[in-house]
């Protein structure tokens, strides 16, 4: 019975769903979040260069750990950037899918 009643708590529904114009702001922080992908991005961008003058300069120099960093950076530098670029799809798909849990 104490189960039975526990398993009834939760799948309690509160009735909460995301909504827009619910907080004053919501356009400031917008901007904000907009401002602070294209700053990660241009961030990237300069990180993706040092990366690859690292890599290149490993390469013809003969050093096979700062070419293997440069490796590195620019595989992490493009991670990043995919993943700032597809942060709106991303959380979209899973505030999506949490949507249909019953």
């Known amino acids: 019975m104490r189960t039975t009643r526990r398993l009834d708590d939760l799948a309690y529904d509160p009735g909460i769903s ?3 114009g619910g ?3 919501l356009d400031v922080l917008r901007d904000t979040m907009s401002s602070i992908n294209l700053f990660g991005i241009v961030a990237i ?3 993706l260069s040092v ?3 690292v890599w290149a300069y490993g390469h013809f120099s ?5 070419e ?3 490796k590195q950076g620019v595989l992490v530098a493009a991670g990043c950037a995919l993943l700032l670029g597809a942060a709106n799809g991303i ?5 999506n899918v949490g949507s249909q849990v019953a």
């Not at 003969?62 to 700062?66: F, I, L, T």
């Not at 959380?91 to 505030?95: I, L, N, Q, W």
Request: hydrophobic residues 50%; glycine residues 20%; charged residues 10%.
């Open 51 to 53: 990366a690859g003058v």
């Open 62 to 66: 003969a050093s096979h750990g700062a």
């Open 91 to 95: 959380v979209a798909f899973f505030s």
């Open 18 to 20: 995301p909504e827009e």
């Open 68 to 70: 293997a960093k440069g």
């Open 23 to 25: 907080l004053p702001g």
């Open 45 to 47: 961008v300069g990180a």
